[in-house]
Nanobody, 114 residues
Framework: VQLQASGGGLVQPGGSLRLSCAAS????????MGWYRQAPGKQRELVAG???????NYADSVKGRFTISRDNAKNTVYLQMNSLKPEDTAVYYC?????????WGKGTLVTVSS
């Protein structure tokens, strides 16, 4: 199984980024997926999840700013991040939901700073 996150970078507060996660080795369309993040010195946390049927849920800290979506034809899950704040700075990962320990990839770094 490979879950490869991409799209991170440096962005100013108030800016936007779109993360992508390409999945292989799983029957993607039947899996619930999640975006997670880990900030320096903090535990990894679930940011957003999406079920196989497209039902979404979000951490309170990102509600109204982040949108998770999926394209089953491309085996890809996305995270659109708007109105970014410095506290969103973290390494972002995708995984199944609930997460499988062996499926963590390298993640993609998002830095929100002026």
């Amino acid at each position: 199984v490979q879950l490869q996150a991409s799209g991170g970078g440096l962005v100013q507060p108030g800016g936007s980024l779109r993360l992508s996660c390409a999945a292989s080795g799983i029957i993607f369309r039947i899996k619930s997926m999640g975006w997670y993040r880990q900030a320096p010195g903090k535990q990894r946390e679930l940011v957003a999840g999406i079920s196989s049927g497209g039902i979404t849920n979000y951490a309170d800290s990102v509600k109204g700013r982040f949108t998770i979506s999926r394209d089953n034809a491309k085996n890809t899950v996305y995270l659109q991040m708007n109105s970014l704040k410095p506290e969103d700075t973290a390494v972002y990962y995708c995984n199944l939901r609930p997460a499988f320990e062996n499926f963590w990839g390298k993640g993609t770094l998002v830095t929100v700073s002026s």
